[in-house]
């Protein structure tokens, strides 16, 4: 049980008192508080917690909150028009706007048969997903970004172990990697208020993200330059799916529903926003993502290591 100041303090003043009242004994050297007293010392205790919470309130002001011993107390946030800023899932310094005019047709050619290897692996990838989910392009997205959001956590994490047993620095690629990954699963999180999954296709997603993650691992560990290059070839086709998305809008096949909230704020987007816009900055991040690895690959491919090269970091 985690106690604040008041709350140690007024346990060891019950003790205290249990102990000048006679409600203890000495046993091998140490004073042993009674059962029925120790009882009532810690209902004490957890009365005198209860009510510091009800006395601190909750995040949202009238919510029942957690009074931490270790000065963990929620801290108010706003926007930068003064509003109360309501995501605990990221912080306003976090949001940004992306850059709109990259280059949305950059193709990297395939050249040496690695690289054919990765590109048609993510074209394989592509058939059973285009018979699933057909003309479904909400929860395509959806299974996409839960795989997208893979390969930077796995390369994040495993140029991490690389940097504490080489004791060397990694140029910023570790920091980058795990960005690309929160990024991704922020598309997700956004898409989770748009497309509702059915059961059988959260088990899917639990299926896919196992075996994916598994497999994506060994191929990092075997050789990061076709790892990247395959997150590369995979972002293509993610700029390829989102720009079928926005035709079927266009065309009226899918309502151009308001934006959800959670974009508006990561993204800064006008309040009046829609799926349509909401689109349109997720394919740009997927562009940068594109360039990103494709960028990293070409560094392993001259036979040279990240950490030479800086990291582009908060490039969206």
Not at 132 to 144: E, G, T, V
């Amino acid at each position: 049980m985690m106690m604040n100041r008041s709350a140690m303090k007024l346990l060891s003043t019950a003790a205290v008192r249990t102990i000048h009242g006679g409600g203890g004994e000495f046993r091998n050297g140490f004073f042993a508080l009674g059962a029925r007293n120790l009882s009532s010392t810690v209902s004490a205790v957890r009365e005198n917690s209860q009510t510091e919470a009800t006395d601190h309130g909750g995040v949202g002001g009238g919510d029942k909150s957690v009074v931490s011993y270790w000065g963990m107390d929620p801290k108010k946030l706003t926007k930068d028009d003064g509003t109360e800023w309501k995501w605990s899932c990221f912080r306003p310094s976090e949001a940004y706007k992306p850059d709109m005019s990259i280059d949305l047709g950059k193709h990297h050619v395939p050249r040496v048969w690695t690289e054919k290897v990765a590109f048609w692996g993510v074209k394989i990838l592509r058939f059973p997903t285009d018979l699933f989910f057909k003309r479904r392009f909400d929860m395509r997205a959806m299974m996409l970004e839960t795989v997208a959001a893979v390969p930077g956590m796995v390369g994040g994490m495993l140029l991490h172990c690389k940097s504490l047993r080489r004791f060397e620095h990694s140029g910023g690629w570790i920091k980058a990697l795990l960005e690309e990954a929160e990024n991704e699963r922020m598309h997700l999180m956004t898409f989770m208020e748009i497309a509702k999954p059915r059961w059988y296709e959260r088990v899917l997603v639990f299926a896919v993200q196992g075996v994916f993650w598994n497999l994506y691992f060994g191929a990092y560990v075997i050789s990061p330059k076709v790892a990247h290059r395959f997150v590369g070839y995979l972002e293509e086709e993610a700029i390829h799916s989102y720009s079928e998305f926005i035709k079927e809008i266009d065309s009226g096949n899918i309502p151009n529903i308001p934006a959800p909230a959670i974009a508006i704020d990561y993204w800064r987007m006008p309040p009046d926003s829609t799926l349509r816009d909401v689109v349109m900055v997720v394919r740009a991040d997927e562009a940068h993502h594109r360039d990103v690895n494709h960028y990293a690959s070409d560094i392993h491919y001259e036979g040279l290591e990240l950490k030479g090269f800086p990291a582009p970091l908060d490039y969206h």
